[in-house]
């Protein structure tokens, strides 16, 4: 399994720019979801109102979350729901284990779910003797290969056809392919055992909704249909942050997700569970138990500023939107939520000691808060985040106080100093060009590592200032 850290965000980013096939890859895959998101918004003209309704929902939900998880745990455990509560994810593993072995160690099949891989809960399966089986596609991929997910919505974004035949081959024994539908057939054969033996399902929700007690997952393939009905037992992990209202505020949301995530008008399958089935002769498990997982959300819930970050519906828009996500992929960030989001999301719940490099990984365009479809104000939040890590001060609750970046505060303090002299400006200037003239500009350490791949445009011949009092004579 994948080991990479938010600490060691640079050299992994590093690692990933040198990795042409994997930058191929993620911007193949990212066009092709930005690409297709524009076209499903183009076609709705309330888009903007749809966004502004959604914003306001979930503000909503999260400025009464206290009385909105009473009121979904009431009307859960009425329609028969078992609801139980986990402060950490060591405390929502162990739960989910102790279930799996009260069936007597089971197969355990698992629908897609970002809050299950946030808490590492396959890892606490297997070292307490459980075979847990993905069963989206990608996440499939991914765990065959012993990694994680790159991506929200798209687990094996980093991989080529190539890459996914060649696994296959090794681990399922079938002639090497590049043929989609015979992978997608592969992997079909090999799942569909899981889902006939499984006596425990395990996933996740998009939505949890107060008013009916209600939990909502929508997928593409069919897996999390078949890994909720299918076995005896279903245990659903949802963050505390998933709540809203009213059932009515779905139609908000089923517009907005599947444009902003896939550019779909909806997704294939939308599974509204309110219960385990009633008779011998009803779909469903016999038994369903909901899991509200808290691990650091309390921690952003108290911020007033970091609490817009979980209005967060993980549609991954802002992920293919951003330019520092589309060179280095999700492993870079060494957490499961990787991208715009993920930089103000893991620091709330790990602590900026850890993650303080995270914030700096945008170039603060505004492109994620553009496509967020819950309008999160995302740069600003970012650069909160990066004061708090330049300055060593941890200003949230709980987040704790990084160590100070001192060449950072070094660097901007010689900059504030000739930028206040109109001399000393000129100077700078003048010695800058020289430099670039005869090559000298990169030479530096800091310099050279940031010129690393990049390209650094020219300075201007002559200054604005020389153009302004000269009239742009001789301008070039």
């Known amino acids: 399994m994948s080991t990479l850290r938010p600490e060691d965000f640079r050299s992994n980013a590093s690692e990933a720019l040198r990795d042409d096939v994997l930058r191929g890859a993620l911007r193949k895959a990212t066009d092709l979801f930005g690409s297709q998101r524009g076209a499903a918004v183009a076609q709705m003209p309330a888009w903007e109102a749809l966004r502004e309704r959604a914003s306001a929902i979930k503000a909503e939900a999260l400025a009464t979350l206290d009385v909105q998880l009473e009121r979904f745990e009431e009307r859960a455990r009425a329609n028969g729901i078992e609801v139980r509560w986990a402060r950490d994810a060591a405390e929502a593993s ?49 765990q065959l290969a012993g990694e994680t997910p790159s991506h929200i919505i798209a687990p094996a974004i980093h991989k080529t056809k190539g890459q996914i035949g060649e696994l296959f081959a090794e681990r399922l024994g079938i002639p090497r392919t590049e043929d989609e539908r015979e992978l997608t057939r592969a992997a079909r054969n090999a799942l569909r055992e899981s889902f006939a033996t499984a006596e425990l399902g395990v996933t996740g929700a998009n939505f949890a909704v107060a008013e009916t007690g209600s939990i909502l997952l929508i997928e593409n393939e069919g897996n999390i249909r078949l890994a909720t009905s299918m076995p005896r037992v279903l245990v659903s992990i949802v963050g505390i942050e998933k709540v809203i209202p009213r059932l009515a505020d779905l139609q908000v949301f089923l517009r907005l997700l599947p444009r902003s995530g896939t550019g779909q008008r909806l997704t294939s399958y939308q599974s509204l569970l309110s219960g385990p089935r009633a008779g011998p002769d009803d779909d469903g498990p016999e038994e369903m138990i909901v899991i509200l997982l808290d691990n650091g959300r309390s921690t952003l819930l108290g911020d007033d500023e970091l609490r817009e970050s979980l209005a967060c519906i993980r549609c991954g828009a802002c992920l293919n939107s951003c330019p520092v996500y589309r060179e280095i992929g999700g492993h870079a960030y060494g957490s499961v939520y990787a991208g715009p989001i993920g930089s103000v999301i893991t620091p709330g719940l790990q602590g900026l000691e850890k993650t303080s490099d995270l914030p700096f990984a945008s170039s603060l365009c505004g492109a994620c808060r553009d496509v967020c479809p819950v309008k999160i104000d995302l740069p600003r939040l970012l650069s909160r985040l990066r004061a708090e890590a330049v300055e060593g001060v941890g200003a949230s609750p709980g987040l704790g106080a990084p160590p100070p970046r001192r060449l950072e505060r070094a660097a901007f303090a010689l900059w504030s100093w000739l930028a206040a002299d109109s001399g000393r400006w000129r100077l700078a200037i003048g010695a800058a060009r020289l430099a670039q003239r005869v090559g000298l500009d990169s030479l530096a350490p800091p310099a050279r590592a940031w010129r690393t791949g990049r390209e650094l445009r020219p300075l201007a011949a002559r200054s604005f200032r020389d153009l302004w009092r000269t009239n742009g004579e001789d301008r070039q």
Do not use: C, F, Y
């Open 94 to 142: 162990e739960q989910v284990a102790a279930i799996a072995a009260r069936l007597g160690r089971p197969t355990i099949v698992k629908g897609k779910s970002m809050t299950t891989e946030e808490i590492r809960l396959n890892e606490h399966l297997e070292r307490e003797g459980h075979q847990p089986v993905e069963t989206d596609l990608g996440e499939w991929i991914v």
